[in-house]
């Protein structure tokens, strides 16, 4: 049994109105024994009408009471997911060093300038050309930032779009090999996690994110980190799917998950 959930929004997240406390008694309920907040850091996020930001000091002083107050029934992280962007190394970096967090999960939420949820972008350009390009800015910070510590939900592009046939997103993923490998090759020169996230199936997809081809590939080259989140941004589905995760885990011959404890990888049986 999957017993980690390393990724979970809060009402900390502009998206969420998540109690730390109602994720944590739904976690409790589920029997987890370790989960890790990680709400949403999207600094010069393109949509000015959402601030993807908080006020670290309330989450910490939050948060910690909370990991007090559970201890021995749970172990709690504190944790973040950061929108990367290729300018935002500094920043980025400067947040994690300031602040004891215990993960950081780097994520593309944008392509073109915008993200993919919004249907903008789907109008604009040929879904083919999206994909490729969400793929390619991927690819260019993972290369031009070193301040996370596993890549969240790589193939998260193809959970919009055209609708994938039987919620399968196969054909993109092999028609863009070329540059997930290249995605995979940068992960592990860094030593860097490769998430594998659940909410696809909540968006009726057929697998979690990425795609299984993804997380074969990633072990075949040589990638031994990789982390499992829901991604909840309802109580209710913290350690969502995790079921399906796990046969997904075992089909693909993974034998250990890992969790961060301040920055550092720690390897966890499932
Ligand atoms: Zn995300
Ligand atoms: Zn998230």
């Known amino acids: 049994m999957i017993k980690t ?15 730390p406390r109602d994720n944590i008694e739904a976690a409790l309920e589920k029997g987890l024994d370790t989960i890790c907040f990680t709400d949403h850091i999207d600094y010069d996020f393109p949509d000015p009408e959402i601030l993807f930001d908080f006020n ?3 989450y910490f002083h939050e948060l910690t009471a ?9 172990r709690i992280l504190i944790g973040v997911e950061m929108g990367m962007q290729p300018h935002l190394g500094e920043r980025i970096s400067k947040t994690l060093h300031d602040w004891p967090f215990d993960f950081c999960i ?14 903008t972008v789907w109008e604009e350009y040929p879904c083919g050309m999206v994909y490729r390009k ?7 910070n993972v290369s031009v930032l070193d301040c ?21 997103n196969d054909e ?3 028609e863009n090999m070329d540059l997930i490998d290249e995605i995979l090759k940068v992960l592990i020169r860094k030593d860097k996690g490769l998430e594998i996230n659940s909410a696809a199936y909540r968006k009726d997809q057929a697998w979690p994110n990425p795609n299984p081809l993804v997380i074969r590939r990633y072990l075949e080259l040589g990638g031994e980190i990789i982390t499992v989140g829901a991604d909840a941004h309802r109580s209710m589905d913290v350690a969502a799917d995790f079921d399906r995760v796990k046969e997904v885990l075992e089909a693909c011959n993974v ?15 499932f």
Request: no cysteine; glycine share 6%.
């Open 56 to 58: 670290i000091e309330d």
């Open 148 to 168: 996370f510590d596993v890549l969240g939900h790589l193939d998260y592009v193809t959970r919009y779009g055209v609708p994938m046939p039987e919620g399968k």
């Open 172 to 174: 993109v993923i092999l």
């Open 106 to 119: 780097g994520s593309q939420h944008v392509v073109f300038n915008t993200d993919p949820y919004y249907q």
């Open 134 to 140: 969400y793929l390619e800015e991927t690819l260019e």
């Open 255 to 269: 034998r250990a998950l890992y969790r961060y404890i301040r920055r550092k990888p720690e390897r966890i049986e």
């Open 66 to 74: 909370l990991r007090e107050e559970y201890e021995g029934r749970i």
């Open 5 to 19: 959930d390393l990724h979970m929004h809060s009402a900390f997240s502009a998206d969420s109105e998540a109690l």
